[in-house]
């Protein structure tokens, strides 16, 4: 698969696009560039890479060091600050990091493989992909050293989505044994981070934590200079182009156009906003090549500094933007992508957004219409008038925890006990479905909205996708806030489940009257979060409480959820109320009898609640 180039190649590590093939060819030629790596390149297919920046503790494993680690877990995924710009955060995501995460995770796949099949495995083949990002070439090195120094064989798929990395590795003739998404979503252009997947999907968070842990040993133990000789080279693939073929067959198959088989999708005006991430594809490669007009279509351009708004479908700029272009164009839907494309929002023919519950809502008329009685799975974030609109239509509604493994996780191990569950969703427009390898992939969402789009047309029908929510009701008032933790970076997780924990202890001895412990059908509040009472309930990535709360005057009229970030050191805040002031008021008593009562406010910044308690909405 690798293509061939000239000997007397180059290539610019500056550059936002990977373009270097590491053929083999007798000779020898040196690069140097200017961010901090060394080339050999010896054409007798081996390249010697050196990297730079850990101090010399020559065999003390120091905790710092090892914590430098450890803190970029994210929970299923890596992240970290990649480039300077930042106010107060430094650069932790540096080339010895990813190069010692990156072969952990080699070792690990190794490991596992070995272990499933019995004995020793040889020529293991992991792929990397990466959004547009401007610290991604430089990145990108790093985890081709660190998988080499685990003996394993690596192809760079260059500008990718994180589902396509996913799926290198079932489609032929590809079918990786794992692979690497660099990619920090729809964070700001400094990030940066890895996403990790075998055949089976993604990785869990213990499984991050462990890969972790052995690359904070190494990274704490590693000299100043790190020699690492390739004996594999990366070669360069090109596996998006399969990927969007497996796309537009899906398409093709599932609307079976009775007048225009190959392009069914002619006739239709599709918006594409891909933020300038890694989803313009899917508009050249997709939607134009099925029949449809992209006309109109909004920063299809990778460009990793993301110069026009956050590539993220909860973003309201980049909605905005998307629904100013559909109601100017008469477009018929809208589509708005994450930069790594394994989230998507969009926008109806009538210029109305569709995320949040209102996509999760989408999601849920269309399977529940293909799969009658399924199970769907969300996070407790979701609105009651949510359920009510998933079980009028037959379907069974599932409160997880918060997070988009988790809820992926849920959904899969129902299945596994015989609840027939199609559809996961997070509120952050993470979604999954059954028929798609429990894979989060924003595409495929889209994917299912376009068929419904079309099969609706075909019926005879002109309202369009927005027609199947309309009678979703929306919440008459809902808040997110956030607590700042006050403390060093390595006791920051340890302080916010301090914090979470003394809330639940308050709940439940009645300090806060009216509020209680939510629950959802055969699963109750157990160790920090909505689980199942069974032996083995999953394992906590993050401490979380949802409470239902009453009044002698409207009864039960709103939930108020906390939870600790796994992305940074804060607590999250949201309440949702069906009344007039119910925020307001669920604000008000939290800080009185809950935040200054129980002391937690010494070590959390609980300025957004003051203000918010104080001000109402308007705050």
Known sequence: MATSISPNFS???????????????????????????????????????????????????????????????????????????????????????????????????????????????????????????????????????????????????????????????????????????????????????????????????????????????????????????????????????????????????KVNHPLNYDTPLQGFQIIVNAGNGSGGFFTWDVLDKLGADTFGSLHLKPDGMFPNHIPNPEDKVAMAVTRAAVLENSADLGIVFDTDVDRSGVVDNKGNPINGDKLIALMSAIVLRENPGSTIVTDARTSMALTRFITDRGGQHCLYRVGYRNVIDKGVQLNKDGIETHLMMETSGHGALRENHFLDDGAYMVLKVIIEMVRMKLEGSDEGIGSLIQDLEEPYESAELRMNIISEPRYAKAKGSEAVETFRNYIEEGRLKGWELDSCGDCWVSEGCLVDTNDTPASIDAHMYRVKVSDDEHGEHGWFHIRQSIHNPNIALNLQSSIQGGCWSMARAFRDEFLKASGVDTFLDINEVEKFAENGPIA
């Open 11 to 253: 290539t610019n590590l500056q550059n936002s696009t990977w373009k270097t093939n590491f053929p083999s060819f007798p000779g020898k030629k040196s690069l140097h560039t200017k961010l901090g790596f060394s080339f050999s390149v010896s054409f007798n297919k081996s390249i010697s890479v050196k990297s730079y920046g850990t101090e010399k503790y020559g065999e003390v494993v120091v905790d710092e060091e090892m914590d430098k680690i450890r803190r970029l877990q994210n929970g299923s995924d890596v992240r970290g600050v990649a480039l300077e710009g930042e106010k107060g955060r430094a650069v932790d995501l540096t080339p010895p990091a990813v190069e010692a995460i990156a072969e952990s995770f080699g070792e690990w796949v190794i490991k596992g493989l070995q272990k499933q099949q019995g004995y020793p495995v040889e020529n293991v083949r992991v792929s990397l992909g990466r959004d547009p990002r401007i610290t991604g070439a430089k990145l990108s090195v790093a985890v081709f050293a660190g998988l080499a120094r685990a003996g394993c064989m690596v192809f760079n798929m260059g500008l990718a989505t994180t589902p396509a990395c996913f799926m290198s590795t079932l489609l032929p003739p590809f079918i990786y044994d794992a692979s690497i998404m660099m990619t920090a979503s729809h964070l700001p252009y400094t990030r940066n981070g890895l996403k990790f997947f075998t055949r089976r999907g993604g990785l869990t968070s213990p499984e991050v934590e462990e890969i972790c842990e052995k690359a904070a040993r190494k990274y704490a133990n590693r000299l100043a200079k790190v020699s690492t000789l390739l004996n594999v080279l990366p070669i360069k693939v090109d596996f998006m182009s399969t990927y969007t073929k497996h796309l537009r067959e899906i398409i093709k198959e």
